[in-house]
């Protein structure tokens, strides 16, 4: 079995737990959609960029409702958040082209959850060859876009499948 190394993450976990606050409730209180990086609004459930992705284009999909037990929320939100996922894979792929997704949920801090008190479903685009020496010996992790170009490159694709949804 080979084992993958993340060293970087634990700075961020440390961050976590000391936390006020849940970021994604303190986000939705913003109603600043751009500044928080929300990228699209559902009826139960919103998607985000993590501001501390793994890799360009990583979302996360959360419920307004600020829910700790993902196996008790309603059956409806669990089901458009499934559907949310769905329409995230497809427009990460037209944008962005990876090889591959990680779709996930780390539920309580043992799990690695950085917001344990607010369950959310990430979303992570992977390419052959993403992770590389950078992270191990420079303690550096490198993207090709910023938060903000991602936001506008993506929010288009959303924005389509919201006008959708009204219909």
């Not at 409806?76 to 996922?85: R, S, W």
């Not at 894979?89 to 801090?109: D, T, V």
Request: proline fraction near 5%; include cysteine.
């Amino acid at each position: 079995m080979k084992y993958c190394t993340a060293p970087w993450r634990q700075t961020y976990v440390q961050k976590a737990l000391k936390m006020k606050g849940c970021i994604f409730c303190e986000a939705l209180k913003k109603k600043n959609d751009e500044e928080t990086f929300i990228i699209y609004r559902g009826k139960y459930n919103f998607i985000i960029l993590n501001r501390y992705p793994y890799t360009t284009g990583h979302l996360m999909i959360a419920p307004y409702r600020h829910l700790k037990d993902f196996e008790r929320a309603p059956r409806e939100m669990v089901a458009e958040a499934a559907e949310l996922a769905q329409v995230s894979l497809r427009i990460l792929k037209k944008c962005y082209q990876p090889h591959g997704f990680n779709l996930g949920m780390n539920l309580g801090h043992s799990a690695g959850a950085g917001v344990a008190g607010h369950y959310h479903l990430h979303v992570v685009p992977r390419w052959t060859g993403d992770a590389n020496f950078m992270p191990i010996l420079g303690e550096t992790k490198i993207f090709c876009e910023d938060l903000k170009t991602t936001y506008n490159r993506l929010r288009p694709y959303f924005l389509k499948e919201e006008q959708k949804q009204e219909k």
